[in-house]
């Protein structure tokens, strides 16, 4: 009979001569004193691949107390070398690894994006897991640093009875307090971001920050203003100097950057419309110092605001060129008439351009003398946008005119926050029972 041919498998393929195939370990047993006592262990050894530019053999060592546990995990690596699946783990630490992370991937990220994400690692990502090796990170410890930050994640000024913040010895105390849920989402949205990046480039096989359970968000109740609050604030806020800038933010729902950058070749006085296309953004001084930037979602916007902010508009047109006159030599906004096309709308007496710390400091004022204190800059937008529902404005209108990126998030927000729309939605329908239904 003839002999039959021996399968050639990847255990019994012949390596080349001198290597070791992938697949084949060893394991030996060894010794080691330390402190003068002697210690055993074993130590396993696998080929687990070969240098590219030497061709010398690159191999794991795996110690371990037994043979068996060894030998386990040798075998483990073997079949993932043998089926080409295999992957080192990461020398990096996480803090190493995000440095790398921040200052190697992040191209194509806008400035303040930037900025957040490095201070959520610095101020809470690092110091909770940073000395953590990247290869290590494993799901529960992510999810207790979570569960640690919602119980007292942040450092706030300790304050007696009265309200005074404490101190010792001229230094202020300082006491743990919980971070908010969404403040943990955010912080998970980064370190998500990050790690999903060591995935890609192999660094990690999986991303352990996908299975933990992350804290559930409240929704926050905004609180637009009433019928009788903006007549209130349209008296207080026509004798401020920054009253012009903000009751157009409350008629047309801009953002509080997309105002302050608002520039005259924006406005068209022909047609009515503003064009909001770039907001004016605080950066470091090495940075830029204040800087145009695009709009939070890139996309550009045409306005058609009613007639009213349209005037407020043109009258600040004239301000401004009496302001020039007044301050003179010492004006330090457009210088010609063709300076001005592209200048700011809305300036200080002397031309320069107005903070958000200046505007939220008047804005203040100006709520505070209304009695309303708690109210915010952006509580403008959201009357805007409850004014614009309840005047018969479809959700799309509204979107576009905000500039979210989706009618469901618009609609998200303020579908449910109208009691006189919920009224007129009854009304409606009961002039429409009456027509099919009469009594």
């Known amino acids: 009979m003839p002999r ?6 990847a255990q019994n393929k012949k390596p080349a001569p001198g290597r070791n195939a992938n697949g084949m370990g060893s394991l030996k047993k060894k010794t080691v004193i330390k402190n003068g006592k002697q210690y055993e262990y074993w130590e396993g050894r696998g080929t687990i691949g070969y240098d590219p530019g030497t061709g010398k053999q690159i191999q794991k060592s795996i110690t371990g107390k037994t043979q068996k546990e060894v030998r386990q995990k040798l075998s483990k690596i073997m079949t993932e070398v043998d089926e080409g699946i295999y992957q ?3 020398k990096l630490t996480l803090a190493e690894w995000l440095d790398i992370w921040t200052d190697e991937y992040m191209g194509d990220k806008k400035y303040l994006t930037v900025k957040t994400y490095k201070t959520q690692i610095e101020s809470h990502i690092k110091p909770g897991l940073g000395a953590v090796k990247l290869s290590q990170l494993v799901p529960h410890m992510i999810q207790k640093f979570y569960n640690d930050l919602l119980s007292g994640g942040q450092s706030i000024p300790k304050r007696d009875k009265s309200g005074k913040i404490v101190k010792r010895n001229g230094t202020t105390v300082y006491e743990c307090a919980p971070l908010s849920a969404k403040t943990v989402r955010n912080i998970h949205g980064v370190l998500m971001k990050a790690l999903s990046t060591a995935v890609s480039i192999e660094y990690l096989r999986s991303n352990p920050a996908e299975r933990v359970t992350l804290p559930r968000v409240e929704k926050m109740e905004i609180h637009p203003l009433t019928d009788e609050q903006v007549k209130d604030f349209l008296r207080v806020s026509s004798s401020d100097n920054c009253g012009m800038i903000l009751t157009v933010i409350l008629f047309t729902g801009l953002r509080e950057s997309e105002a302050i950058g608002l520039t005259w070749d924006c406005v068209d006085f022909k047609k009515g419309t503003v064009k909001i296309c770039k907001q004016l953004q605080k950066r470091r001084s090495e940075d830029g110092g204040m800087t145009f930037a695009p709009l939070k979602n890139d996309k550009a916007r045409i306005l058609k605001p009613a007639p009213f902010v349209m005037d407020l508009l043109s009258r600040e047109w004239n301000r ?8 003179g030599k010492q004006w330090k906004g457009w210088q010609s008439k063709e300076d001005r096309k592209a200048a700011l709308v809305f300036t200080t007496a002397d031309g320069s351009y107005i903070s958000q710390t200046s505007l939220r400091y008047h804005f203040k004022k100006i709520v505070k003398e209304m009695g309303v204190p708690s109210c ?12 614009s529902l309840q005047n018969g404005d479809d959700i799309k209108t509204v979107q576009d005119s905000l500039g979210h ?11 449910h926050v109208s009691e006189r729309m919920k009224d007129e939605s009854s009304a409606r329908m009961q002039a429409y029972i009456d027509s099919i239904y009469p009594a």
Do not use: N, W
């Open 376 to 387: 915010r800059v952006h509580d403008l937008r959201h009357t805007f946008a409850v004014l």
């Open 88 to 90: 080192p783990p990461s």
């Open 4 to 9: 039959s041919k021996k399968k050639i498998t």
């Open 320 to 327: 401004q060129a009496e302001l020039r006159l007044r301050a």
């Open 405 to 415: 990126a989706t009618a469901a998030f618009t609609l998200d927000v303020y579908g």
